[in-house]
């Protein structure tokens, strides 16, 4: 079973920076895509950014030019560089990390536990 863990959310001035990490740990598994999704009070969950394994990177229109997506495959981690961060950006930020399951050759899909980004004065 594969499991992520979020870390690197806090409280930030408008115009400044943060960087979320998330780590996938388990056993057998190839990730294939890794995405970071964010959710605002009564709002849905949305997609920021994803990156496949051929690191094809796809942005919101909101965070285009702002945020970064990366992975560092050895790590089983993906990182979310977010700059010039805004009041609008405040969210639950989750990870989500699809792949195959090496024993069964099956598809999986995980969701991190999300962790809280708050742009405030």
């Known amino acids: 079973q594969v499991q992520l863990v979020e870390s690197g959310g806090g409280l930030v001035q408008p115009g400044g920076s943060l960087r979320l990490s998330c780590v996938a740990s388990?056993?057998?598994?190839?990730?294939?895509?890794m995405a970071w999704y964010r959710q605002a009070p009564s709002m849905e969950r949305d997609l920021v950014a994803q990156?496949?394994?051929?690191?094809?990177?796809n942005y919101a229109d909101s965070v285009k030019g702002r945020f970064t997506i990366s992975r560092d495959n050895a790590k089983n981690t993906v990182y979310l560089q977010m700059n010039s961060l805004k009041p609008e950006d405040t969210a639950v930020y989750y990870c989500?990390?699809?792949?195959?399951?090496?024993?069964?050759?099956?598809?999986?899909?995980?969701w991190g536990q999300g962790t809280l980004v708050t742009v405030s004065s």
């Open positions: 990156i496949d394994n051929g690191d094809s990177t």
């Open positions: 388990g056993r057998q598994f190839s990730i294939a895509r």
């Open positions: 989500n990390a699809g792949g195959i399951a090496i024993p069964t050759s099956r598809w999986f899909e995980v």
